[in-house]
């Protein structure tokens, strides 16, 4: 079975992203595809990642207006058949509710608070108090909306877990393998703890895909860790 990873597919072309998609996807469940790499192929993107593997896609758009705004929008990409597709909880329980609403069959993922955004830069924004509280706000609101899955950082994803219950999907970005490089997540931890803490799907990025051997690099953390 594959590991409960998704590999995210930060790619400068569509022809980059599919290469890394073949390489591994023989190890890991999910592909995804950001908001950069979405744009600037567009929909194409979906069939080129996936092709014959089987795995999941993850649409990683984030998406964030008016309710009516972005229930439109996800409209348009259940058609592309995503396992997940992200929206801000931040946008409010009517608009994870919309989205819910329009995504025939598509698991809405709400985003808490993102792993790039330490106490000092939630406190800029309005949002006080440590990171943690306003995670447990948004996971509470988008789960009475209806939403599926969150998104949250490694470090909150115990709370998380205790606050909504065993039945969402809670899907961790800022996932780092023991001595690699944060780069610009503020929030990390390493795979076997987050799936320790209750996380269901841990997404991986740059320490696969800027490896050498991103299949390589995606059957050695895989091989480390439990399948469900």
Request: net charge negative.
């Amino acid at each position: 079975m594959r590991a409960p990873i998704a590999v995210a597919l930060d790619a400068p072309d569509a022809e980059t992203a599919a290469l890394w998609a073949r390489a591994v996807t023989p190890h890991v469940a999910v592909v995804k595809v950001g908001l950069e790499l979405f744009c600037r192929t567009g929909p194409s993107i979906v069939d080129s990642v996936r092709g014959g593997s089987g795995a999941d896609l993850f649409l990683d758009l984030k998406l964030h207006d008016i309710p009516n705004t972005v229930a439109g929008a996800v409209r348009s990409v259940a058609r592309l058949r995503p396992r997940y597709l992200t929206v801000h909880a931040s946008g409010g329980a009517d608009m994870v509710r919309a989205a819910v609403d329009a995504a025939d069959g598509v698991t809405i993922a709400a985003v808490t608070v993102l792993t790039s955004l330490s106490a000092e830069g939630l406190d800029a924004v309005g949002l006080a108090g440590p990171p943690l509280d306003a995670v447990r706000r948004l996971a509470s609101l988008a789960v009475g909306a209806g939403a599926g899955a969150l998104v949250c950082s490694p470090q909150e994803v115990a709370a998380v877990r205790a606050e909504v219950g065993p039945g969402v999907v809670l899907i961790t970005p800022g996932v780092r393998p023991a001595g690699a490089d944060v780069q610009d997540q503020a929030r990390v931890a390493t795979p076997e703890q987050a799936l320790a803490d209750g996380a269901d799907l841990l997404v991986i990025g740059r320490p696969i895909t800027g490896a050498a051997d991103p299949g390589a690099a995606a059957a050695s953390i895989a091989a480390s860790l439990p399948r469900s």
